[in-house]
Nanobody, 114 residues
Framework: QVHLVESGGGLVQAGGSLRLSCAAS????????MGWYRQAPGKQRELVAT???????NYRDSVKGRFTISRDNTKKTVDLQMNNLQPEDTAVYYC????????WGQGTQVTVSA
């Protein structure tokens, strides 16, 4: 069973950067994809970035050119480098692994002040 723990959230001014990290424990041999969602207050959870085990990467349009997803198979981590953060990026960020079902982390808060 896969267990995920996120870290790296915080408060940053607009234009700043943060790096989120998601550490997996357990077997990830059957993982098909991993990535990040976010949920802002009063809004639905939305996809931010995904990466398949084959290396295909997708970003939502609003973060393209600013966010970069990466993984380290040895460390079993998936990171999200976020640059030029804007107030609209404020949300709780959740990492996920897609095995048979989605496995979620507990979430980490990212707050961007104007």
């Amino acid at each position: 069973q896969v267990h995920l723990v996120e870290s790296g959230g915080g408060l940053v001014q607009a234009g700043g950067s943060l790096r989120l990290s998601c550490a997996a424990s357990g077997s990830i041999d059957s993982v098909n994809a991993m990535g990040w969602y976010r949920q802002a207050p009063g809004k639905q959870r939305e996809l931010v970035a995904t990466m398949t085990t084959g290396g295909q990467i997708n970003y939502r349009d609003s973060v393209k050119g600013r966010f970069t997803i990466s993984r380290d198979n040895t460390k079993k981590t998936v990171d999200l480098q976020m640059n030029n953060l804007q107030p609209e990026d404020t949300a709780v960020y959740y990492c996920f692994y897609l095995v048979v079902n989605y496995v979620w982390g507990q979430g980490t808060q990212v707050t961007v002040s104007a």
